[in-house]
């Protein structure tokens, strides 16, 4: 599986960007998508998953009620809506897959947003 995000950059706070993540391989076997991300002297974090079965995304704290995760099955794509955005959402964020028997990532994507 190979995964390939697009769409950071520069944001505002208040604002919105959208971030995408296009899946190729054997996407077939992936279970479980989602979006982690990673700011400057942090442990990189979980922001959302989702399941390939359906059901709602989950969501970390910090992001509930701004962000959505979406999938595309389709059409091999996620997407990771982001509004409300604050300073503190500044960081590499990274696509992630789970395909068994093993976790897949992309290269990541910088989202900056200014204070």
């Known amino acids: 599986v190979q995964l390939v995000e697009s769409g950071g950059g520069l944001g505002r706070a208040g604002g919105s960007l959208r971030l995408s993540c296009a899946a190729s391989g054997s996407t077939f076997s992936i279970r479980v998508m989602g979006w982690y991300r990673q700011a400057p002297g942090k442990q990189r974090e979980l922001v959302a998953i989702i399941s390939s079965g359906g059901g709602s995304p989950n969501y970390a704290d910090s992001v509930k009620g701004r962000f959505t995760n979406s999938r595309d099955n389709a059409e091999n794509m996620m997407y990771l809506q982001m509004n409300s955005m604050k300073p503190e959402d500044t960081a590499v964020y990274y696509c992630?897959?789970?395909?068994?028997?093993?976790?897949?990532w992309g290269q990541g994507t910088q989202v900056t947003v200014p204070s």
């Open positions: 992630y897959a789970y395909a068994r028997p093993r976790a897949y």
